[in-house]
Structures are given as C-alpha cells and as structure tokens.
C-alpha cells in the first residue's frame, strides 16, 4: 500500500470540496499548521505520567477535534462537501472550557507568567499551546479574508473560538501535569 | 447525512446470486441487497471472508433491488480469486459504504475520466441519473471496456481511449486511439468542468497535472488505488 | 574562532551565491524551515528505539540531503556557486519512494487518518513530517516566485518534489516505528 | 480566576500599551513565535543532563529575558507603558557572548556543518536554534516595517541582534551538550 500519489508535485494540491489551490494558499497553510499541532499533542501523550488519565483522555478527543476541524478548512463555503462533515459548534467550546475549569479547580490561582518548562510533558504541553496559538493566528487571518470575499462559513468562526481556548486549555493542563509529577513551576523574574 | 451513510449502516451479511464473467480478469458479483442498506452512488464496501477484506465499489444503481460490485482478478490477490470461486448461494460479511467519489452539486459540466476496473462508480452514478458531459474511458484493447454498452447512452460524450496498438478500430467514432490523458490534454474543448477521476493513481497524477495546466479553475474529485 | 560574526546584525545576511539578502526573505524562509525539519529529524533520532537501524540510516542519509538541499536554496539561479554544489536529480526522489516502498511493506495498509502520537520516536516522527509539510509550502511559495521572475534553478523543482516525498517518508517511518515498538496505533473515530 | 477571557474570540487583541490589533498582525507573530521559542528551551531544560549547570542556570536566565524582550514586543514606541519596562539594552548582547566564548572553550574548533542531533537535550538545544532564527526573521521584519512608519522603538534593535547571538548560544550549547554525554557529533559529509 503506497501513501505518495504524486498529485501535489507541482505545488498545487486538492481540498476536500475538490478546488485545486497552491501549497502555500492560506488554506492550506491553516490546516497544515492544525496537523502540526495535532502531531505536538501526540508528543505531549507520549511522555504523560501514568497518574494523569484525565489528560490523557481529554488530549485524544482533542486530537479528534482538530480533525473534525481540518476537514472543514478543506471545505469552502457552501460547498455539497460540507453535507459529508460533523457540525463544528458552539458546544465544542463548551466541552473545553468545563475541562480547562475541572482543571483549574487543583491548582493555585496565578498572577503572574511561569517559565514554560517543568515535566517533559508539561514543557511539550507548553509548545503545544504556542503552536495552537500560531493555528489561531492563522484562523483569524483566514476568517478575515474570507469575511472580506463573503465566503466564510459559519464552522469557521467557531474554529477560531475553539483554538483560543484550546490554548487557555494546555496552560492549565502544563501545570496540571507539573503538579500531580510534583514539579515546581517557576514564576517569571524580572532581572 | 456522513452518520446514515457510514455509522449507523453497520456490518450486513449477503449472499452471492450470480457471477457474470465481464472478461478474462474481470467478473462481477451480483448478491442480494440488505433492507435498510443505503449507499451512494460512487462509493465502495469492505467484502470480507473469513480473514480476507478489500474494497469493492457498488456499480449498481442507488434504487437497483440487488447489489452488485466489480472484481478485478488479481495475480496475488487472496480476495479476488476466492470470490472468483465462491459457490453460488454463500454467505458474505459486508461493511459500510465509504467514500467521497460521489455526486456533488455543481453548476458546472462533467468530465469523468476512467481507467481499467476504475470506471465502477461511474456506472453506478450514470444508471442513477447522474449527468455529465464526458466519460473518457481507458484500457489497452475494446473488450476491456466493461460496461461500455451500458454507460455509453447515458453520458453526452462517451470516448473509448484504446492503447493497444492496432485499436484504430475503423469506423468507431468513439474510439480514440491513446491514454486518457493525451485526450484531455489535445482534445477535450476548453470550458469549464469538474473532473472525477478514478484507476490507478499514476494516472490520477498525470490527469491531474494536466487539468491544472489546462483547467485551472476545476474542481477535481478522484478516487485511486495502486 | 567564534561562531558569531555579527554580520547579521542589522537584519541583512549572505547567500552562498553572495547576494545580501533580508532575513526575512523568501529564500531565508525556505532553508530557515529547512534547518528547523532537519533539527527534528536529529531529535526523532535521539530517541530512537534500538530496533530500527534502517530508520537511523535513512534519516542520517536524509539529513544529509537536508544540507544538500539548503545549499541550493542558498544558491540564486545561473550563479558561478552552483558549480560547487552536488547535483539535486530525481534519483533523490526515486531513493526515498524505494524507502517508502520498503517500510510500507512491514505494515498494514491503510485507508483511514490516525492519530498522530504513539511511541516518542514515532510522535516526533509526526511532527517532523508536518515540519517537512510546511517547508513544502515555503519552497512552493519560492518555486511561483522565481518562475515568475525567470529565475528558478532546476534543483528548486526537484526540492520541492523531494520534500513531497519526504512528508510521505516520514508518515510511514512514523507507523514503522510504532510497529516495531509494539505500540497500537489509534484510527481517528469521529465523534 | 479563569485563565480564559473571552476577549480575543473575535480575531483580535490587546497590546500591553493597549491598543487593539488583529491576532494575526506582526507583533503579534513575533511574541507569538517568541513564546514557542521560550517553551522550547523549557523542553530542552526538561531533559538536560546533571552535568550541565551552567548551562541550565544560563537557559533559565534566557527565558526571563525572553519575556523582558517579549513586553516590549507588546508595547508601541513612545508609549507611556514602556515606563513599566526593564531596558533592553547591548549589555544582554555582550551577556550573550560571554556565555557563548565560555562554552566554546570546552569544545574543539568547527569548520563544517554537524547534523543536529545528538543527546535529546542537544537535538532539543538545535530545534531552540532553529525556531529561534524564525524569531529572529518575523523581528527583522518588524523592526522594517516599524523603521519604515517613523515608529521603531531601540529595544526591538536590540532584541534582533539578542536573537541573532541566541541562536549562537544555542548552537554551542547543543554542541556542549553533546560533549558532557559523550555524544560524538557528525560532521556534515557529502554524498
Ligand atoms: C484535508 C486532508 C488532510 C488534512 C486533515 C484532514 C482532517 N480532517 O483534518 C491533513 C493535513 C491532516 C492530512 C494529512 C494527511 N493526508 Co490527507 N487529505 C485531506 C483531504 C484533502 C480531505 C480529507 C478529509 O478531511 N475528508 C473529510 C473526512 C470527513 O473524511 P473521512 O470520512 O475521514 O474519509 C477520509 C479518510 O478516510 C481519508 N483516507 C482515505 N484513504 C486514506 C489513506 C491514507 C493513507 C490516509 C492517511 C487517509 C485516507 O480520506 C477520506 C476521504 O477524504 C484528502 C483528499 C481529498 N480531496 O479528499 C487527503 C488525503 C486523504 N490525504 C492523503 C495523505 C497521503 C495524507 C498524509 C499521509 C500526508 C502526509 N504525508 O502527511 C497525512 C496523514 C495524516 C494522518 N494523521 O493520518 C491522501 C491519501 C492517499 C491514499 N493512499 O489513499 C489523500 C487522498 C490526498 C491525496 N490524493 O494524496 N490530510
Ligand atoms: C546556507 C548556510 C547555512 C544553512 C544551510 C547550509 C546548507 N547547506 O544546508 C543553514 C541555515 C542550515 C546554516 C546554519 C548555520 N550556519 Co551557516 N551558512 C550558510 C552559508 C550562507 C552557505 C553555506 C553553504 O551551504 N555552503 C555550500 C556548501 C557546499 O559548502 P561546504 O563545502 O559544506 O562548506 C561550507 C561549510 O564548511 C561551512 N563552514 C565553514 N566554516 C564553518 C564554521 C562553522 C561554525 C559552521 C557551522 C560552518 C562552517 O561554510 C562553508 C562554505 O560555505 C554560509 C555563508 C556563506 N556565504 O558561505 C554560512 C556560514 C557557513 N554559517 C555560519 C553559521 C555560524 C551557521 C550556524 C552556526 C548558525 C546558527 N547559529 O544556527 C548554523 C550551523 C548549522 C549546523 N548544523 O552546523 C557561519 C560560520 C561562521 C564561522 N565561524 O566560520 C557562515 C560562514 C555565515 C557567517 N558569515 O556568519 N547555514
Ligand atoms: C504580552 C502578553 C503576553 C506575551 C508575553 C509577555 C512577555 N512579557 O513576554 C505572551 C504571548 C508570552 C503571553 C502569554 C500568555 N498570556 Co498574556 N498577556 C500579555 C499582555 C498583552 C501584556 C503582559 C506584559 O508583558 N506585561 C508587561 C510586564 C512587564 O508586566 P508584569 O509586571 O509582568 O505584569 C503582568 C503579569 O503579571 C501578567 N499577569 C497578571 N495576571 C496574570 C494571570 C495569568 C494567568 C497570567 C499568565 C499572567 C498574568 O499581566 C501583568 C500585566 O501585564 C497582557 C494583557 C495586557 N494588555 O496587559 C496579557 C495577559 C496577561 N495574558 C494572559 C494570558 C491568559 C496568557 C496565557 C495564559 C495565554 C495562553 N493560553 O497561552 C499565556 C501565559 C504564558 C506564561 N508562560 O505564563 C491574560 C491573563 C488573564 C488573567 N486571568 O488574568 C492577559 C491579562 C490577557 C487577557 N486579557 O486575556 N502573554
Ligand atoms: C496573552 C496575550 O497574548 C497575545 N495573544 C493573543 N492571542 C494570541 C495568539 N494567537 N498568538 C500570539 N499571541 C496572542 C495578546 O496580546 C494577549 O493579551
Ligand atoms: C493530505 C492533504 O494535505 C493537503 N496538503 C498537501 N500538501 C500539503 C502541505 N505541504 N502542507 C499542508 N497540507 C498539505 C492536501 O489537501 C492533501 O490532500
Ligand atoms: C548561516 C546562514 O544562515 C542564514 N541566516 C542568517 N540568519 C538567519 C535566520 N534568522 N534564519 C534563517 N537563516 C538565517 C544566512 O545565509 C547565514 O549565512
Ligand atoms: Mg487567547
Ligand atoms: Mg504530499
Ligand atoms: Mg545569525
């Protein structure tokens, strides 16, 4: 079974509703930068400490989400291809936040900005949640041009949402994996 | 509309009825067609026995009372030559229609392009009154061309792309002696389409290629296998 | 000897060919990303499982075609610095679809996304492949440049196709690693 | 205290000297990529050696001036928020280049290119370098365009070449790193 078809060998490669656009169209560089996110969250996973289930659980269905949600930024606006798609709705945002509170409840309220770092996990969970807002970056271009040519799909504002508060999610959860390895966080000094 | 289509339209069990040898390599399977089984024209099932699983595209038409599907007898494959040979009346595990190859709403024509046991979701889509401009179908000699008979009336433009040499089959319109990619590179007339490719992804690559030289603006669909 | 030269200070820097260039441009860009996908590979070796010399050769080797590669992003088109440069064909291309080929066979075929994760290595695996996916897209952003000012060098072409292929390479290693680790890999469900 | 506001849900956010911009606005990318940077020299203080105090009392000194440098990122010139401040001036340079001619002491002379790689901490230490040079670009062209609108603040000058001998600093920590593990580096070797 061979993965490479060669089709995108000229730079220009197919959405999910079948348009071809360059590599480098803004689209494409939206998911592309979900799929390197989704990879650093399978990083985070792969060196979680065993007493940290919840994490563990609430990183997979992230990692689902974020496919649901590429497949919507492969899909221009009221394409028949979008019939084919989970909705991608304002609950999804929901389902973050209760975590991110869950979370929050077991740890020290914070004033200040901490050394990202600690446990491997939670310093992965730290560039996971600069990468997320390098997606959100993104989106928020995206949405922006696409508002600008009236062809934004609703899905797509609620990605941004979500991606805001995914960031805000793997904050707590770097130090909620600090905490439960029994890692000190570091507030940041000024000189 | 994703969740009738795969989850919910689990596993079923059906039973070959008939096998009708298409030419020397290629047969089809007729079984019969679960109540309740709802599939779209274009897409494909996993036909499993025993261990043994692999993709087979439905080609009958979405409102046709049986199902039936392609089979290319490959040199080593398990499946295909156990199909090949399974008893009439015997049982089959079947799973849940998958893929996108299927109808999308356009205002644009159609081209869809075929190669080898690639031209399956075509028939399908065409005996279900799917419309579209061009089928382009490809294959070294005539009697490779399955279905031809069938899908031909049901499409503006049928053209048999035959590779043999010696295919200048006289008098044959429909003929044009060459790969299907020579055709929609020299002679398929500049509008504006939507293509659906499907055969082995080498020519999805090179049809691909061309269609973005020469169509830009073309929304392409394609299903391949190696 | 130092290692800063300060020559870079004011936000220009040298091409091979020995054009001054901003930092920020397009080609700087190109095999900046580079340097970032080689770096991964160096850290999907570093944890690499003791039972996949094939994998450690083919990275090594690929590194090594990285620095190949970024010798020639750092070379403009009809410059007399080619003359020093190892020739960048499509034997690169067809040495990597001959790994591809040989790795896919170990494992399963496939016709559904995974989630990206599983053993470190493979983890890293993923998101060295998404690197490699995103200077895809800087070199196809380089490619439609030069070709529309007429300065595109073949080897450009033939990069970009490289680092195509390399994507898929790095999926299937991906999958190989966590075959060899006995580790389960995870289909995406939707929701 | 909830970490998330709700704020940015829009697609845009606030500077610390408060204006409103788009999340995708070059400031914003480059503190953006400045926090990736940070939280990858905290994975690479995740899993360095014992023997390597110094260097680990040097990242965490770096990681503290990243976040001085990333404030004033946030602050447009002349505005009075820059009075909360701490300077950036050449000093952190000259801090810089100490610590890089202290390091380059223990190591032998270098006339080639090493593949990155090495003791996980140094592959780490060269994926820091690498995202760091990526700081380095979205900088320079910030300090351009603000240079170019009368509205250049001297600390973003500053924070350029800081991260023009960052990247140094890193590249012979990973070399150091890869010396006290007696990881033997390779040099680049052509095909
Ligand atoms: C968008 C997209 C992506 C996005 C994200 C998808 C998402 N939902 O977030 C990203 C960038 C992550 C991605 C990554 C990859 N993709 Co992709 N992707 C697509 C695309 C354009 C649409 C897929 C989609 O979202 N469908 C919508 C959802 C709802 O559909 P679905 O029911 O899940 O069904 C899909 C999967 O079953 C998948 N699929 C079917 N067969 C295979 C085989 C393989 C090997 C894989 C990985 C997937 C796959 O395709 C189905 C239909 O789209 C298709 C091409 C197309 N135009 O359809 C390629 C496509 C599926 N991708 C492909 C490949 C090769 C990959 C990568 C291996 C590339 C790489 N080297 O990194 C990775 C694999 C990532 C992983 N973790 O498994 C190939 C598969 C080729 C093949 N052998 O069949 C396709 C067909 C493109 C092509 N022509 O080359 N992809
Ligand atoms: C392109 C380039 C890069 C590219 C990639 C190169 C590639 N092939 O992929 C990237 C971005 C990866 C890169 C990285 C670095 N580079 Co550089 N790079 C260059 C550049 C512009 C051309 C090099 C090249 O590709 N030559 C073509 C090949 C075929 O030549 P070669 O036979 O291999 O010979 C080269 C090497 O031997 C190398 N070299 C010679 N002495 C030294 C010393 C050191 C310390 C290093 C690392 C290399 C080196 O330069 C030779 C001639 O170009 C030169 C400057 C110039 N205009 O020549 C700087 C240059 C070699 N780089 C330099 C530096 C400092 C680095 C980094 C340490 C920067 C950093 N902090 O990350 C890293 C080291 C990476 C590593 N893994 O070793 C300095 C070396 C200074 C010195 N002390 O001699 C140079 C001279 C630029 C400068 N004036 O500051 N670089
Ligand atoms: C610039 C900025 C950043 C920059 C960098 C800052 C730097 N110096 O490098 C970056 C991008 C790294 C950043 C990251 C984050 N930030 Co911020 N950031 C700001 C901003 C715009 C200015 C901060 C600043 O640099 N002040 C200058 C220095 C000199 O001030 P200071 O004396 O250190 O005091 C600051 C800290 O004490 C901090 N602070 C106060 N309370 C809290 C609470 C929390 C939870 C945190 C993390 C910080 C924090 O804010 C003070 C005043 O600015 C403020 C909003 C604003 N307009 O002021 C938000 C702000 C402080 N950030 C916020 C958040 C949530 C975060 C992140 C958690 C986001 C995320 N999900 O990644 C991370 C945390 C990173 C970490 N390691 O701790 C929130 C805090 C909300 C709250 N509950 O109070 C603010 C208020 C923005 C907002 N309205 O949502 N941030
Ligand atoms: C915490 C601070 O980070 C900035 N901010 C908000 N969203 C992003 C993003 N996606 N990327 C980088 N920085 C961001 C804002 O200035 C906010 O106040
Ligand atoms: C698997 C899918 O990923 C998309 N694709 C193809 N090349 C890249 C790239 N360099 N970066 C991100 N996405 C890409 C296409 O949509 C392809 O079909
Ligand atoms: C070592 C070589 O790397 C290039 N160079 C200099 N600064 C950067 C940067 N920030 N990012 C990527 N490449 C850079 C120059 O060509 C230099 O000579
Ligand atoms: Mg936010
Ligand atoms: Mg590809
Ligand atoms: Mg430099």
Redesign the pocket.
Known sequence: M??Y?G??DKGKT???SGERVAKHSLRIES??D??ELNSLIGAVLAVLPDNSQLVARELAQIQAR??????WL?TTADSSASQ??DPMDESLVSELEGAIDTLSEELPPLKVFILPGGHQSAALAHVARTVCRRCERRASQLVEELEAEGELDAALSVIAVYLNRLSDYLFVAARYLNKVTATQEQAWQKP | M?ETLTSSNGDHWITLEERRQLSGEVFELCCTRPAGFHFLAGQHVGLRIGQLERDYTIVSARQEPRLRFLVEQLEAGLLSSRLASLALGSSLEMGPP?G?LVERATARQRVLVATGSGIAPFVSMLSSGFQARYLLQGARRPDQLYYRRQVSPLVDNYVGCLTAPGCLAKGKGWVYPGQVTAYIDQLLPVEDYDFYLCGKWEMIRQATHIIDRRFPEAKVF?E?FY
């Not at chain 1, 974020?66 to 497949?71: D, E, I, K, P």
């Open positions: 061979k993965v078809t089709g995108g197919s959405l999910f998911y592309g979900l799929d974020l496919f649901q949600a590429g497949a492969a084919f798609l | 994703a998958r996108y394609s391949g």
